[in-house]
């Protein structure tokens, strides 16, 4: 089972990136996925999460509105579109799966993102 995510990189405030998390080794389809982030520090937290079919999707107050959460189950990804960063936003963003009603879950290694001047 892998998780693995792109994207992150140095971005200046108010600009955009687009995180990407590709899961192979079990049914992508079947799982709940979040994106959490982890910034020196602090504690992991929770950023969004998307259900298996992509109808329904939660936001951490902190970027509604900033960031959209999708998910491509033909291509076993899940984005993470983020805009309006702010030099808060960074941290390092974790893309995890969730068997909901089953003791399964996976996250990936992360993926840095910089937000600065």
């Known amino acids: 089972v892998q998780l693995v995510e792109t994207g992150g990189g140095l971005v200046q405030p108010g600009g955009s990136l687009r995180l990407s998390c590709v899961g192979s080794?079990?049914?992508?389809?079947?799982?709940?996925m979040s994106w959490y982030r982890q910034a020196p520090g602090k504690e992991r937290e929770l950023v969004a999460v998307i259900s298996r079919g992509g109808s329904s999707t939660n936001y951490d107050d902190s970027v509604k509105g900033r960031f959209t959460i999708s998910r491509d189950n033909a291509k076993n990804t899940v984005y993470l579109q983020m805009n309006s960063l702010k030099p808060e936003d960074t941290a390092a963003y974790y893309c995890y799966a969730r068997l909901l009603g089953y003791d399964m879950e996976y996250w990936g290694k992360g993926t840095l993102v910089t937000v600065s001047s």
């Open positions: 080794g079990f049914t992508f389809s079947r799982y709940a």
